[in-house]
Structure formats: C-alpha cells, structure tokens
C-alpha cells in the first residue's frame, strides 16, 4: 500500500486526523519538500509530531528513480508525504501510476491547499478563478523580465473576468549557478509584485502571505504600491483579481485593506 497524504499548509499540526494517523501506522515514511514546504516546522519536529522516522526524498529520487518507495511499498504500508496537497499544485500522479502498474494500492489523503486558502483569506470566491501560474526567478528561465505564459494566462483569465492565483517560484536544492544542496530560496511578493508592475502592468493585487499560519497576512493594492512593502516570512503567493462581484469587492476593502478607488475601476 502507498498512501499519499497532504501535511497542508504551515507547520506539523496542519495535517488532517486521518493524514496524521496514516503517518503512525505506515511501516516507512517519505516525503518531499522541493516543491513546497511546511515554513512552521522542520523534519525533526515532524518527526517527533508524529513519532516516526521520515525520509527525505530529492526531487531526482522521486520522479526519475522512485524504486525505494515503490519497494516498500510492495513490502508493507508506506507513506509519502508533501505539503499543501499531494494531487494539486505538488502533483505526483506519475509516482502513484507507476505504483498501479505494479499492482501496489494507493489512497490519497488530502492536505488544505494555498489555493483553497486564498480564496478563504481574500473572499474572492473559489469558482471565479481560472488557471493558476508560476512566476519563476528570473535567473530560472534566462531572462529578466516576466515570462509571456505567465502574462497570457493572466490576461486570457481576465478576458473571462477570472481571477489568477500566481504562485511564487521556489528553488531548494538549485541556484543561480546550478545545483546547490545547501540552496534554499523563496521568491517574496513584494520581488513578484516588482516584477509584474515592471513587465506587465500596474494592476490590482493581492498578496497572501503565510496562509495557514497564525500571522497570516492579506493586503492589496497595486502592484507598484505591494513592491514597497515587506510581508514577512515565506510562504507568499499573488492573486491578480478578475471582475469583482459586490461581495468580493467589499471584502477586499475589509479583508485586505484595498484602496477603494482601485475596487471601482
């Protein structure tokens, strides 16, 4: 058996019940954090939450040669773990696939996801969003400025009046110059706001920082006006409002303190 199971979205405690009692009851433990991570805690305070021994995959040891959690898998119970959820933004439908192919049943159970989160904490309602992008560290793609994808999905969603939950590059394990195993690196929003406000357009924003956690943080504005500001801690994300409905436009005046004047554009 292999179970999927999504830690959510802040620290040790944000699993669900059923995910931290599949944890205890596995046989072996993984988990990768290279897509995301949990920025309230650290393996050895999962490790002690949950009483258990968690191993830690690199992305290579998940997509290119998963053969050890395939093998334990065929074994006995194994886990593998991920923040947010396992099946959405941190997809590993290859890895159970290839779990299927060899007669290894699977189970997913689901963490709460930053997108979820974000229509929660901004009041944006959850129907209204289209197709979700990345915005990478420049360095990432080769070039300085925003990615076209990244600008075409935005503005394909608000030909539709959709909302955009833009997600901000993370980079564990690579750097500027290459592979770095010591390289942990998070693109803040202020940095994504910059960025956006210079290669795209100056346009109303939400920034979502540290969803999940006790000092979350939700404020919007334009982007030129969110590059001034600093939000903390990681984890941080964008949302580039499409049309609003009155109710979405009031609570982004009483959730995330938005300059009227803006909600009326």
């Known amino acids: 058996m292999l179970t999927f199971i999504g830690l959510g979205l802040y620290d040790e405690r944000s699993v669900t019940v059923e995910g931290r009692d599949a944890i205890r009851s596995a046989d ?42 395939l093998a334990a898998a065929e074994e006995n119970h194994a886990a593998f773990l991920t923040a947010g959820d396992t099946m959405i933004s941190t997809t590993h439908t290859d890895l159970r696939l290839r779990a299927e192919e060899r007669g290894i049943d699977t189970r997913v159970i689901h963490g709460v996801t930053a997108q979820s989160a974000a229509s929660s904490l901004t009041g944006l309602q959850n129907y209204r969003f289209g197709k979700a992008t990345t915005l990478p560290f420049p360095y990432a793609h080769g070039g300085d400025d925003v990615p076209g994808s990244v600008i075409d ?3 394909a969603n608000r030909d539709r009046g959709l909302h955009t939950v833009v997600y901000l590059d993370i980079k564990v394990g690579t750097g500027p110059t290459g592979p770095d195993p010591d390289h942990e690196e998070y693109m803040t929003a202020d940095v994504a706001a910059g960025l956006l406000a210079d290669g795209w357009e100056d346009a109303l924003a939400v920034v979502v920082a540290r969803a999940g956690s006790p000092d979350a943080v939700v404020a919007a504005d334009r982007l030129s006006a969110l590059a001034e500001r600093e939000f903390g801690d990681p984890l941080h994300l964008l ?24 909600l009326e554009e």
Do not use: K, M
């Open 239 to 262: 949302v580039i409002p499409g049309d609003l409905h009155h109710v979405e436009a009031d609570a982004l005046a009483g959730l995330a303190d938005a300059p009227p004047e803006l």
């Open 153 to 155: 999905t935005i503005e």
């Open 28 to 69: 072996r433990v993984f988990a990768e954090f290279y897509t995301s991570r949990l920025v309230g805690t650290d393996i050895e305070e999962l490790e002690a939450y949950h009483d258990t021994e968690i191993e830690v995959r690199a992305r290579e040891g998940v997509e290119r040669d998963p053969e050890a959690i």
